[in-house]
């Protein structure tokens, strides 16, 4: 089992900046991999970006450069800075953690979610 706890969402104007985090406790085994997955209204769920615990990243192409996740393997914690945020980037992100060997986090009824935290970017 794994309980995941997310922090971090606000409301930002387009061009802000904000850093959600999300600390992981149980299994390290699925912890492996760890991510943010975001949830748009009428949208389905998509990733945003995966890490591994080797540091290794993957990104979803509407993010790269404006995003950077990361993770601190001692505390079992894993954070997304998003910078140059646009309104499109408005969603529901939620933290995500499961046994993979690529950060390209598929969804399985192995993956674990947090709670969800709201991101609103106004124009």
């Known amino acids: 089992q794994v309980q995941l706890v997310e922090s971090g969402g606000g409301l930002v104007q387009a061009g802000g900046s904000l850093r959600l985090s999300c600390a992981a406790s149980?299994?390290?085994?699925?912890?492996?991999?760890m991510g943010w997955f975001r949830q748009a209204p009428g949208k389905q769920r998509e990733l945003v970006a995966g890490i591994l615990r080797d540091g290794n990243t993957n990104y979803a192409d509407s993010v790269k450069g404006r995003f950077t996740i990361s993770r601190d393997n001692a505390k079992n914690t894993v954070y997304l800075q998003m910078n140059s945020l646009k309104p499109e980037d408005t969603a529901v992100y939620y933290c995500?953690?499961?046994?993979?060997?690529?950060?390209?986090?598929?969804?399985?009824?192995?993956?674990?979610w947090g709670q969800g935290t709201q991101v609103t970017v106004s124009s």
């Open positions: 995500a953690a499961a046994p993979s060997l690529t950060p390209v986090i598929t969804p399985t009824s192995r993956t674990y």
């Open positions: 149980g299994s390290i085994f699925h912890t492996s991999a």
